[in-house]
C-alpha cells in the first residue's frame, strides 16, 4: 500500500506557474512510475504526464506539452509536477498515482494508488 499526499495548488491569474507536489509513505517509491491526472467538474479523468521510476523518462499528453514539467525526487519520495503558462482549461482538481509496470500508460484504472488531489483553479 502506498498512500500519497498532494500539494502546491490555489488560485492563479492566467500565464501563471504552480508547483505541485506529492509525497508517498513508502520507501519503495522508487519502485512506482508516477503520473499526474486532472479531472474538471462535469468532466472525466485527464492524464497528464508520467515520469519512469528512476525519472529518466517522461510521458505527456499533448494538451500540457511544453508548459508542463514532471520530475521526481526518489530520495525524498516525492513527484513533481512544474506548471506554466496556465490557462483556465487547465482548472481541476489534481492528483498524483502510483502504478507498477511501463510508463506510457494514460489511463487511469491502470494507476493503482491515488492521492486525494489539490484544486488548481487558474483565473481569466
Known amino acids: 500500500q502506498v498512500q500519497l499526499e498532494e500539494s502546491g495548488g490555489g488560485l492563479v491569474q492566467a500565464g501563471a506557474s504552480l508547483r505541485l507536489s506529492c509525497t508517498a509513505s513508502r520507501a519503495t517509491f522508487s519502485s512506482y512510475v508516477m503520473g499526474w491526472f486532472r479531472q474538471a467538474p462535469g468532466k472525466e479523468r485527464e492524464f497528464v504526464a508520467a515520469?519512469?521510476?528512476?525519472?529518466?523518462?517522461?510521458y505527456y499528453a499533448d494538451s500540457v506539452k511544453c508548459r508542463f514539467t514532471i520530475s521526481r525526487d526518489n530520495a525524498k519520495n516525492t513527484v513533481y509536477l512544474q506548471t506554466n503558462s496556465l490557462k483556465p482549461e487547465d482548472s481541476a482538481v489534481y492528483y498524483c498515482?502510483?502504478?507498477?509496470?511501463?510508463?506510457?500508460?494514460?489511463?487511469?484504472?491502470?494507476?493503482?494508488?491515488w492521492g486525494q488531489g489539490t484544486q488548481v483553479t487558474v483565473s481569466s
Open positions: 498515482a502510483a502504478r507498477i509496470g511501463s510508463l506510457r500508460v494514460d489511463t487511469a484504472r491502470k494507476y493503482d494508488y
Open positions: 515520469i519512469s521510476r528512476n525519472g529518466g523518462s517522461t
